[in-house]
Antibody, heavy 119, light 112 residues
Framework: EVQLVQSGAEVKKPGESLKISCKGS????????IGWVRQMPGKGLEWMGI????????RYSPSFQGQVTISADKSISTAYLQWSSLKASDTAMYYC????????????WGQGTLVTVSS | QSVLTQPPSVSGAPGQRVTISCTGS?????????VHWYQQVPGTAPKLLIY???NRPSGVAVRFSGSKSGTSASLAITGLQAEDEADYYC????????????FGTGTKVTVL
């Protein structure tokens, strides 16, 4: 069974940095893309970007380019979503999910990481 | 603001058929990109429901079906059940956005 396990909920202050993680199997991180999806409170899903851990090829939605950094360490089968300076508007649930290609569906999802940014 | 538009809500009685539209444009659905559908029960992660326009993953009930035509796609639920009450999202890709993914605005399905 494919599993993506995300790191736990975070409470941060504006201006702080943060890196959340998504861990899967070695097979997933060699052969698939991993994407990140944002869901703000009471709102819909937003496609943020994807990474191919095999060679670190990364694609961002224009809405998130420059706002976050997506990375991966295939040696430990883990992908990351990172902020250098959080804003209150970054408060959201963040999901990682697996893709079979760069323009395909998300077939398996992590459980989500809730990020709360508040002073 | 999403480039894929869905109705905010649809409702139906148990056993009825409901459809959810996903309207795009010539740079996404109309450009030939596949459409995928997800179901999200409140408080849980989304689940893939339909992929590549009209394919069901293993384990998804046959009452869910998808179609695509021109710049739009549709999800149909035939024989609505109480457990189908959830939010539904379409997803595709858009060449005007550096070929990044896009989700629809989402539709809340209510079982009366």
């Amino acid at each position: 069974e494919v599993q993506l396990v995300q790191s736990g909920a975070e409470v941060k202050k504006p201006g702080e940095s943060l890196k959340i993680s998504c861990k899967g199997s070695a097979e997933t991180f060699i052969n698939y893309w991993i994407g990140w999806v944002r869901q703000m409170p009471g709102k819909g899903l937003e496609w943020m970007g994807i990474i191919y851990p095999g060679d670190s090829d990364t694609r961002y939605s224009p809405s998130f380019q420059g706002q976050v950094t997506i990375s991966a360490d295939k040696s430990i089968s883990t992908a990351y979503l990172q902020w250098s300076s959080l804003k209150a508007s970054d408060t959201a649930m963040y999901y990682c999910a697996r893709q079979t290609s760069s323009i395909s569906r998300f077939d398996f999802w992590g459980q989500g990481t809730l990020v709360t940014v508040s002073s | 603001q999403s480039v894929l538009t869905q109705p905010p809500s649809v409702s139906g009685a148990p056993g009825q058929r409901v459809t959810i539209s996903c309207t795009g444009s010539s740079s996404n659905i109309g450009a030939g990109y596949d459409v995928h559908w997800y179901q999200q029960v409140p408080g849980t992660a989304p689940k893939l429901l339909i992929y590549n326009n009209n394919n069901r993953p293993s384990g998804v009930a046959v009452r869910f079906s998808g179609s695509k035509s021109g710049t739009s796609a549709s999800l149909a639920i035939t024989g609505l059940q109480a457990e189908d009450e959830a939010d539904y999202y379409c997803q595709s890709y858009d060449s005007s956005l550096s070929t990044s993914g896009v989700f629809g605005t989402g539709t809340k399905v209510t079982v009366l």
